[in-house]
């Protein structure tokens, strides 16, 4: 049991370190250059109605370059593979697959996905793989690299290859936080060395690389820290190991440099208030956590690979951006069906077409195409579903709000389309913009 005076005075810290604010200026900025292109997206809706997913191709591929060019701009060996859990939609891995990224999967059902798209690169990550997954992946082995996550997974992996007489490229998955829940994934640094022993018993299985990943990566402080532990442990692994690690795989969990868009529930001092003053109105100011530029996290990542990997080993690196390359790529809209008061309405999608109530924490703006504006005006933009957790946001950008107006939300594409769902209401169709 935590001491109630340690409560107090981590309540009286939190209020006086508040989450800073988003400018208002600089968030206005960013809603008119969706209102600049407007006719875009009531054309979208013209032509395909709502509620609606809109992929912006150009966008997709202009980020996957961007990141390719700043990243291997300062890691010469560097090979880029999209996580296709940020976004599972066929259309960007079909895409990002014919702009040359390979693809990372997290289950059987992606790797199919993966095959499907024509990926000839594909990482295989994920714990707790199936039998037959893992057979998907065997099958598919010129085009496959296991990452393994477990002792067990090698055991599994091994003799499934050696039924089938056929060698599988892996490599093994090491956790970078080896307490509580995230022990999930991977194994400890402690056990690499172990890990090699036993792999070398293994005649089916090459082992050729190690991946970690650290999530919500801001910048890049968790990495390096991970990069300087894993750079130790390389130097006392026997030089024979050593010799068989071609890749390391830094992961992904970079964050679009927009940075965390909250609202005032989404912040520590926002969750006590909530505890203290239950149902009160919604504070209509939002919060921002700054990420840094890729260009950060390339300088930064590239000299820790220098001074704590290559005195060890000099090897490819692999890295796996997901919501860094599709967050920006995908919007939803929205329709207003009905106006139940001045400070409320309910729109024709619902929280199925993202999968989880992300908007009571997470910000972004409505954005009411119907009666362009730059003010924003309180009021609750709820969806159709039968739950009172079907929220869109707290506020809108427009001149007002009626029914049969157009609502866009923008840069929706990371962990929504993935998440969702046919709870009470069908999932929205999909268009494409070329340009």
Known sequence: MVDPGSIAVRAEELARNRTPHFDPEELKAFVK?????????????REQGSPLYVIEKKILLERAEHFRKIMGGKLSDLQVYYAVKSNNHPSIANILVR????????????????????AARILFSGPGKTEAELKLGVANYKKVTVLMDSFGELNRLEKITAESEREIRAGIRLTTDERGFWRKFGIPLSKLEVLF????????????????????????????????RLGQELKALPENYREQIEFI?????????????????????????????????????????????IGVFAERLAAAI????????????????????????????????????????????????????????????????????????????????????DVWGYSYFGSDIHPG????????GAYTYSLRQKFIKPIPDTVIIEQ
């Open 33 to 45: 250059t969706y209102l600049d292109r407007r006719e875009v997206f009531l054309k979208a809706f």
């Open 99 to 118: 702009a040359g990224l390979g693809l990372d999967v997290s289950s059987g059902q992606e790797l199919k996905l993966a095959l499907e798209a024509g």
């Open 197 to 228: 022993e036993l792999a070398e018993k293994c005649h089916h299985v090459r082992l050729a690389g190690l991946q970690f990943h650290t999530s919500w990566n801001l910048d890049p402080s968790g990495q390096v820290k991970f990069i300087e």
């Open 249 to 293: 795989d830094i992961g992904g969990g970079y964050w679009p440099p927009q940075g965390e868009w909250l609202q005032a529930a989404g912040t520590p001092e926002g969750r006590l208030a909530d505890i203290l003053f239950p149902n009160s109105k919604p504070d209509m100011n939002h919060y921002r956590l700054s990420g840094n530029p």
């Open 306 to 389: 220098e001074e704590h990997i290559y005195p060890s080993l000099k090897c490819s690196i692999y890295t796996e951006p997901g919501r860094w390359i599709c967050n920006d790529a995908m919007h939803i809209l929205l329709q207003v069906v009905d106006r139940k008061a001045d400070d409320m309405v309910i729109t024709d999608g619902g929280m199925n077409i993202i999968g989880w109530e992300r908007y009571e924490i997470d910000y972004f703006p409505v954005i009411n195409l119907s009666r362009p504006e730059l003010n924003e005006h309180p009021c609750y933009v709820l969806g159709s579903l039968c739950t009172p957790h």
């Open 405 to 412: 107006d157009i609502l866009l939300i923008p840069t929706q």
